[in-house]
């Protein structure tokens, strides 16, 4: 997901264990930095509040938006990337949203990549979505 990390390839023929240790390994080097963790709730955030605020103009919005994104920081530091790097991950994002409610080559056809990238970003954001709501106890 990061162009300044190089993920490890993954094989083209591969057990379903050995797949999902990769999916592993994948999610490990993409979580170098916690942006994509980071961006994960983020979107969690705004989708909650756009849900909850039916009938308000776009700057009360705008300014609910920025006030749940305040209080849930809480004045941390966050880093977010620019350019490929953050559309891909909201790319990343949309596919494992709709995973459940579309069938592999829908998603492939609908975001224009492979079949076999699909099913990476899924493994990836499996991994992630696992760690965010199983933290490592050490």
Avoid at 61 to 86: F, K, Q
Avoid at 105 to 127: F, N, P, S
């Amino acid at each position: 997901m990061s162009d300044q990390h190089e993920l490890p390839l993954a094989p083209v023929n591969i057990a379903p264990e050995v797949a999902a240790a990769h999916a592993e390994a994948l999610a490990d080097a993409t979580e170098r930095g916690r942006w994509p963790q980071r961006l994960l709730e983020l979107t969690d955030i705004c989708e909650a509040v756009i849900h909850r605020t039916h009938g308000t103009t776009q700057r009360e919005l705008a300014e609910r938006l920025v006030l749940e994104i305040a209080n849930y920081l809480g004045g941390r530091p966050v880093y977010l990337p620019r350019g490929d790097a953050l559309k891909r991950a909201l790319r990343d994002r949309r596919i494992w949203r709709d995973s459940g409610k579309l069938s592999p080559d829908e998603l492939a056809t609908r975001e224009g990549v492979c079949l076999q990238q699909i099913y990476k970003i899924i493994g990836e954001m499996r991994a992630l979505e696992k760690r965010r709501r199983q933290p490592r106890l050490f």
